[in-house]
């Protein structure tokens, strides 16, 4: 193998340096290192604009850009699955059958238009670490009554978004009611409207603690190998009045991704 040993030599170099600049450009090195920025995100908290110059992007909306032609989704939503990516020399997933659950999802969605949606509930910032989403709906059940507007037989929402009010988006969640309008929101609460548009809609059923598996079949598996690509920077859980966490049969929920036809 004595003539392969150049070969193998630049190869252990572009390995010990990805996070250096290096004259050499070429396909590799740009798959590796976004192999590695995706590792970094599902498994630190760096700041993703920390995470695009260690890697020698020149900016989080390089990284973002790169990022989402290469896997469908934005290195914020990446995170969220909080999956590493497969190297790039591994089979990419086939496109699944519809009807096959995965995760916990039914990777056969329905197509769905809807019109605006006002919603009013309590937020939190961060990467849900230490199960702080189910806190945060602990605290807003019991405040439900004190929202005024409220539309009947809607249930309620998890919206899952970043707050782009910062170079370095922070993810949110905010737990909510839809309302018929934004009048006299609590002091405690916080509103937003959601835009018209065309949704793919999952269905999950089963353990909550069974989302992450879900998220990963949305995202990492049918969007790259659909018809459509996304069409916002959030998505949306809807919790039927008849949702209970606690019962199997009772623990299912709609998951909402805004989507368009791709070209």
């Not at 059923?205 to 659909?226: D, F």
Request: charged share 25%.
């Amino acid at each position: 193998m004595g003539h392969l040993d150049p070969i193998d030599r630049a190869v252990a170099y572009i390995e010990a340096n990805l996070n250096r600049r290096l004259t050499l450009e070429g396909a590799y090195i740009r798959n590796r290192r976004l192999a590695e920025a995706a590792r970094l995100l599902a498994e630190r908290e760096d700041r993703i604009l920390d995470i695009a110059l260690e890697y020698q992007y020149q900016s989080q909306a390089a990284l973002t850009r790169s990022f989402k032609r290469a896997t469908g989704v934005t290195p914020g939503q990446y995170r969220r699955a909080r999956r590493v990516l497969e190297p790039d020399d591994q089979p990419r997933l086939a496109r699944p059958t519809p009807g096959v659950i995965l995760g916990g999802v039914d990777m056969d969605p329905r197509l769905e238009e809807r019109g605006k949606m006002m919603v009013v509930g309590m937020i939190y910032y961060g990467e849900n670490k230490n199960n702080e989403i189910a806190g945060l709906w602990q605290r807003f059940n019991p405040r439900c009554p004190a929202i005024p507007n409220v539309k009947d037989g809607s249930g309620a929402y998890g919206v899952c978004f970043n707050d782009t009010r910062t170079e370095d988006p922070n993810f949110c969640y905010l737990a909510c009611l839809e309302v018929a309008d934004l009048n006299d929101v609590p002091m405690d609460m916080v509103a937003k409207t959601l835009p018209a548009s065309a949704y793919a809609v999952f269905i999950h059923r089963g353990s909550l603690g069974k989302l992450a598996a879900t998220y990963e079949g949305i995202y990492r598996t049918w969007l790259p190998n659909s018809d459509y690509a996304l069409a916002g920077s959030y998505d949306f859980e809807s919790y039927p009045e008849s949702f209970d966490p606690e019962d199997e049969a009772r623990c299912v929920l709609e998951i909402w991704v805004p989507v368009k036809k791709k070209g």
